[in-house]
């Protein structure tokens, strides 16, 4: 057990420190996170896919991670539960001078436990939450490319998404996965339906 421990240390501070380097045929930015309001109009799931460049194998490990979300100022959550990985808040900025009207809260990664395993064409539940209906429609996932609290911003802070995998199960070797994009957000959702709905 302690030489698999060792060997997984390992593996992850190789993975941090080699990312950087790789190659762009094994560095891919093809992974995709959702956040949902589920059946119950209480719970919100925050899931992950791999996008079409990609076929994961079932021996894929995670090194880093970071989910942020955009709420009102008054947003409160209970009931969090890990379903791959485990994740906990690590930053909340309410209010800032960017989006006076907006909290910020990060969920970081801490370990691969419960694994995250990834599928080809299907979604991953990270975790849930249960927030107050009056949320519903308010909460979203952040935009790392045109958030005004994107950094450098008024608190120093890091808000984002990321998640960085290594798959060591591809051919010709390792392949690198880290997070792309959002594929769909609450209010994305609620402007398309409301879009249609006006046509």
Not at 26 to 47: A, M, P
Request: glycine share 6%; proline share 5%.
């Amino acid at each position: 057990m302690r030489t698999f421990n060792t060997l997984t240390i390992c593996l992850l501070a190789f993975f941090a420190t080699s990312i950087v380097s790789a190659q762009s045929s094994d560095f891919r930015s093809s992974l995709e996170f959702k956040i949902q309001l589920l059946s119950d109009n209480v719970t919100y799931g925050v899931f992950v896919k791999p996008d079409f460049t990609i076929s994961p194998t079932s021996k894929t490990q995670t090194g880093s991670g970071q989910v942020t979300l955009v709420t009102p100022t008054n947003f409160a959550y209970s009931n969090f539960k890990n379903l791959a990985g485990t994740w906990v808040e690590n930053a909340r900025v309410d209010a800032p001078a960017e989006a006076s009207d907006k909290s910020y809260v990060s969920f970081g990664f801490v370990v691969d436990n419960p694994r995250i395993h990834l599928f080809p064409n299907e979604e991953t539940l990270l975790f849930t939450f249960t927030t107050d209906a009056a949320f519903n429609g308010q909460i979203a996932l952040f935009n790392n490319e045109n958030d005004p609290f994107m950094t450098p911003n008024s608190y120093g802070s890091n808000p984002g998404n990321d998640l960085g995998m290594v798959d060591l199960g591809t051919k010709g070797g390792m392949a690198y996965y880290t997070y792309a994009r959002n594929y769909s957000t609450e209010l994305e959702e609620m402007l398309e339906n409301s879009s249609l709905a006006s046509k």
